[in-house]
């Protein structure tokens, strides 16, 4: 990807969020208006900054990886031999021991104490 094509589509007031899309030079479309909407809210992701083209900057910035998300989905679309292969599975029950799927050293749960303490 060399170039991030960004539209800004509404400001709104209620949650204070900006609503804007994202196409690329490698999307189907470089037209933004043809993708996803996404609302950011500069006001409590970035509350330090003020400078308008500074905002549009930081969004860009994840315009970036919301772009190649609809690159991958494109591409994955049109592979009908991958779409199907995931059709397959569904239905399907399947059962893992857990030390098939997490290494030895690693078995020791990952929830933060704070989420298992009892009150």
Do not use: C
């Amino acid at each position: 990807m060399n170039t991030l094509y960004m539209k800004i589509h509404a400001f709104e007031e209620q949650s204070y969020s900006l609503i804007v899309s994202f196409a690329s030079d490698t999307t189907k479309s470089q037209n933004p208006d043809d993708y996803t909407r996404y609302a950011f809210q500069p006001i409590n992701m970035w509350p330090d900054i003020n400078d308008p083209a500074e905002i549009k900057k930081r969004i860009a910035v994840a315009g970036v990886y919301h772009a190649e998300q609809q690159e991958r989905e494109e591409k994955f679309i049109a592979d009908a031999a991958k779409v199907q292969s995931y059709k397959d599975i569904v239905g399907q029950e399947t059962t893992y021991s857990v030390i098939d799927l997490i290494p030895p050293a690693s078995t020791e749960s990952t929830i933060p104490e704070v989420l298992t303490q009892t009150v």
